[in-house]
Nanobody
């Protein structure tokens, strides 16, 4: 059975950093594009950043450009999200997801599997 398990969330002060991890099992990891979404309190889930199955291409939302970096380690079946210069508006539950390609994973309908999420809280 496919599982995506996120870790690394927590409480951090504005300007600080966190690294999220998502480890997958039950799938051929290298066949999937991978992405991170987030859902802030009382808001809709939104796309944050994704990486292609080859690792050669990435795409990110403008709100995190220059601050968040996605990477993957296919040998460990793990995708990472390095978050720097965190802002209070980054506070959300962050979800790991898989998709067939970089474009499709940006759309909720293009996501094949979801993790259960990890909470990131950025204080002032």
């Amino acid at each position: 059975q496919v599982q995506l398990v996120e870790s690394g969330g927590g409480l951090v002060q504005a300007g600080g950093s966190l690294r999220l991890s998502c480890t997958a099992s039950g799938l051929i990891f290298s066949n999937y594009a991978l992405g991170w979404f987030r859902q802030a309190p009382e808001k809709a889930r939104e796309f944050v950043v994704a990486i292609s199955w080859s690792g050669a291409y990435t795409y990110n939302d403008d709100s995190v450009k220059g601050r968040f970096t996605i990477s993957r380690d296919n040998a460990k079946n793990t995708v990472y999200l390095q978050m720097n210069s965190l802002k209070p508006e980054d506070t959300a539950v962050y979800y790991c997801a898989t998709g067939s390609n970089l474009l499709r994973i940006r759309r909720h309908s293009g996501v094949d599997y979801w993790g259960k999420g990890t909470l990131v809280t950025v204080s002032t």
